[in-house]
């Protein structure tokens, strides 16, 4: 546990790590004051892409924890990016939140339910049938579709629900089309978040609460994982997997303590 209180970054999700919904989780906010105390890089890389990270920074806020939005960085955001360099200032049908129009708008992209080049589903809690035909239509008719993310699930206070993969599933169904996810365990993300702390990937830490995107994500960049029990993941459910973490502890409050 020295070797993991003396890395100089830390990448953590936010689902299932920093909170759940609206309720901070234990140890969180000992965590975050531990990170800024130590003066350690780290940025927040969450795959959902509801808000921006102006808006994540204030729900922190809210929360009694003071980071800058600077230090956030969403899978809208790396799905807007791709996009704009994939085919700059093209057109989308898009199924999702404030986070991930503002972050598409923001790099020219624009909306479009017609004959846009793109379909891009992302989380959403106005979620209907007329949209998914729509897309489909679109789809059908050779618009590109792109998932923010791969998530199935998410956790919230309320428990788990469904996130984009399982949102986006339909339209895969009815077309035969797969989509492309930009979010983690894509090492678009993390590349964007290794080079944000300015850290070698030796240097740094990823922490997650899924084994299926979060740990993956560390392990195919050669970063050190912290698998969180807070989330997702049960202790009970790694052995589910062909791989394991570096590091399981219950919570992001046993970094610093060094107990698991």
């Given at each position: 546990?020295?070797?993991?209180?003396?890395?100089?970054?830390?990448?953590?999700?936010?689902?299932?790590?920093?909170?759940?919904g609206n309720?901070?989780?234990?140890?969180?906010?000992?965590?975050?004051?531990?990170?800024?105390?130590?003066?350690?890089?780290f940025i927040?890389?969450?795959?959902?892409?509801?808000?921006?990270?102006?808006?994540?920074?204030?729900?922190?806020?809210?929360?009694?924890?003071?980071?800058?939005?600077?230090?956030f960085y969403?899978?809208?955001?790396?799905?807007?990016?791709?996009?704009?360099?994939?085919?700059?200032?093209?057109?989308?049908?898009?199924?999702?939140?404030?986070?991930?129009?503002?972050?598409?708008?923001?790099?020219?992209?624009?909306?479009?339910?017609?004959?846009?080049?793109?379909?891009?589903?992302?989380?959403?809690?106005?979620?209907?049938?007329?949209?998914?035909?729509?897309?489909?239509?679109?789809?059908?008719?050779?618009?590109?579709?792109?998932?923010?993310?791969?998530?199935?699930?998410?956790?919230?206070?309320?428990?788990?629900?469904?996130?984009?993969?399982?949102?986006?599933?339909?339209?895969?169904?009815?077309?035969?089309?797969?989509?492309?996810?930009?979010?983690?365990?894509?090492?678009?993300?993390?590349?964007?978040?290794?080079?944000?702390?300015?850290?070698?990937?030796?240097?740094?830490?990823?922490?997650?609460?899924?084994?299926?995107?979060?740990?993956?994500?560390?392990?195919?960049?050669?970063?050190?994982?912290?698998?969180?029990?807070?989330?997702?993941?049960?202790?009970?459910?790694?052995?589910?997997?062909?791989?394991?973490?570096?590091?399981?502890?219950?919570?992001?409050?046993?970094?610093?303590?060094?107990?698991?």
């Amino acid at each position: 546990m020295g070797a993991l209180q003396n890395k100089k970054g830390f990448i953590c999700d936010m689902d299932g790590v920093i909170y759940h919904g609206n309720n901070l989780l234990p140890g969180v906010k000992e965590f975050v004051e531990w990170l800024q105390k130590n003066k350690k890089e780290f940025i927040f890389l969450t795959n959902s892409s509801e808000r921006t990270p102006a808006e994540l920074s204030q729900k922190l806020q809210r929360m009694g924890l003071s980071v800058p939005q600077k230090h956030f960085y969403t899978s809208a955001l790396a799905t807007a990016e791709f996009l704009a360099h994939q085919k700059p200032y093209c057109s989308a049908y898009v199924i999702g939140e404030a986070g991930l129009m503002n972050a598409l708008y923001n790099e020219g992209i624009t909306m479009n339910d017609v004959n846009p080049d793109y379909v891009v589903m992302g989380d959403t809690r106005t979620y209907n049938f007329e949209k998914i035909e729509k897309a489909i239509e679109l789809v059908n008719k050779g618009a590109k579709l792109i998932g923010t993310n791969p998530d199935i699930t998410g956790p919230t206070e309320h428990g788990i629900m469904p996130a984009t993969g399982a949102l986006i599933a339909p339209i895969e169904i009815a077309t035969g089309k797969k989509a492309y996810f930009v979010g983690k365990p894509n090492p678009l993300m993390v590349r964007h978040a290794i080079k944000a702390i300015n850290c070698h990937s030796l240097e740094a830490a990823f922490v997650g609460d899924r084994m299926d995107t979060d740990i993956v994500s560390g392990l195919e960049s050669l970063i050190d994982t912290v698998l969180v029990l807070s989330g997702v993941t049960s202790r009970e459910m790694i052995a589910n997997f062909p791989y394991k973490p570096t590091y399981v502890l219950d919570g992001v409050g046993k970094i610093m303590s060094c107990e698991d």
